[in-house]
């Protein structure tokens, strides 16, 4: 998924990295150059529907205006991860 707004900055890919731990997704996390957030994630259906619902809203200071997801191969990943 894609997440637009107020997203770099305010702790965003570390907040979605804790959030994913605790639902139990895994996948990974990173800034762009553009100021969005992309985030690929993977695990049970309704853990990663709640993921996409926190992200809709994001931490604290984020403000996000836009989240656009769309569904992927799932790779098998072993944990969650912020790339850098």
């Known amino acids: ?4 707004g107020r997203v770099q900055g305010v702790f965003f890919r570390a907040n979605t990295k804790a959030m994913a ?7 990974w996390v990173r800034n762009l150059p553009d ?5 690929v994630a993977e695990g049970p259906y309704e853990a990663v529907g709640a ?6 809203r994001g931490p604290r200071h984020a ?4 989240l656009v997801a769309e569904r992927v191969e799932c790779v098998g990943y072993d944990g969650f991860v912020i790339r850098y």
Do not use: F, N
């Open 21 to 27: 731990e605790k639902l139990g997704v895994k996948g």
């Open 63 to 66: 403000r996000v205006e836009r």
């Open 1 to 4: 998924m894609y997440v637009e």
């Open 35 to 39: 100021g969005r957030v992309e985030i």
């Open 51 to 56: 993921l996409v619902g926190w992200a809709l």
